[in-house]
């Protein structure tokens, strides 16, 4: 009996066992084909840009996709501009040298210009000058004849010089204007004190200036060399009257600094010859000039000298 209820026992067991693993498996197979998530109809695939698959196994999408292509664009946009700057750099740079080199054309064209021009200025000074000189040729400066009103009248200075010439030079064509023609007359400069700064008086009480000079004019340069020669041999007899050039301003201040330059070489050297000749001095062979850019006397034919006022 014991038997018997051993053997039942012992197999209804196995029999347990057997289906056990039975619905084990096929609960596992249908867990498996659950989860597998295999369709029986897959219907047609995704499209292309979907079905990009990134480096991790992940699907990618679409606004990644489109990000990552607007950057590649960006890229080239900022590729092609870069070159265009490049470009556009290097055009720049020839222009600029081309530029530079051009305004160093201009500058040297104008330089020489300016140095043409200033040649030429300098020729047309010296032309003035001439011109002017030679209107003066045939004039001269009486310095020291008596004037009694600021208002003299032409009329009088001129009876007043011939007057002095007949008298004092004896010249007695002066007399008329025939022998002795005088285009123009007149008193020249503002009335001054006397030098010594006294205040001289006259008869009646007034007081004394010193007379401005009469410039006059002669109609022919013979006339005017006729007064220049009879001045010779009669310093003594017109020792109040002084008779002088018409020259320009810039003659008189090179004649003021070549006679003040004369005078310093004979303090230096009592027997030196010096001999002044319109704008120059001479002394012996060599010929003096006055500068006037710098005050400075220099020797034709010889090194520059310094200025007589040092």
């Known amino acids: 009996m014991a038997t018997g209820s051993h053997a039942g026992w012992h197999s209804d067991v196995w029999s347990s066992l057997y289906y056990g ?14 989860i597998s998530g295999i369709e029986t109809n897959p219907g047609p695939g995704p499209s292309t840009r979907q079905a990009k698959i990134s480096t ?28 265009q700057i490049k470009k556009s750099t290097e055009v720049l740079r020839t222009e600029i ?10 500058h040297k064209i104008m330089n020489e210009t ?9 020729l047309l000074l010296t032309k003035v000058r001439y011109l002017e000189n030679q209107n003066r040729k045939n004039n001269l400066i009486f310095w020291g004849i008596e004037e009694i009103s600021e208002t003299e009248s032409k009329e009088v200075s001129e009876q007043k010089v011939r007057q002095f010439l007949v008298n004092k030079l004896d010249i007695e064509c002066a007399v008329s204007d025939e022998s002795l023609q005088i285009e123009d007359i007149f008193r020249i400069g503002k009335k001054k004190t006397n030098d010594t700064g006294s205040q001289d008086m006259r008869d009646n009480g007034e007081m004394q200036q010193k007379p401005r000079g009469i410039l006059v004019k002669f109609g022919r340069y013979k006339h005017k060399r006729i007064i220049q020669t009879a001045i010779k041999g ?26 003040c330059f004369s005078d310093e070489l004979k303090l230096k050297n009592p027997d030196c010859k010096t001999l002044l000749l319109f704008d120059s001095l001479k002394v012996g062979s060599d010929i003096y000039r006055f500068k006037a850019s710098d005050k400075s006397i220099f020797c034709t034919n010889g090194p520059q000298v310094a200025s007589p006022d040092q």
């Open 21 to 34: 693993c039975a619905l084990r498996l096929l609960a596992s197979l249908c867990f498996l084909l659950i």
């Open 56 to 83: 991790t196994g992940e699907l990618v999408t679409q606004k990644s996709i489109d990000n990552v292509i607007s950057i590649e664009e960006i890229k080239g946009m900022f590729s092609s501009l870069s070159q």
């Open 97 to 106: 040298e081309q530029l530079r080199h051009e305004g160093s054309e201009n």
């Open 114 to 122: 300016v140095e043409k021009l200033k040649g030429e200025n300098r």
């Open 234 to 259: 009669k310093k003594d007899r017109i020792s109040t009257v002084r008779i002088s050039e018409d020259y320009s301003s810039e003659v008189r201040e090179a004649r003021k600094a070549l006679m």
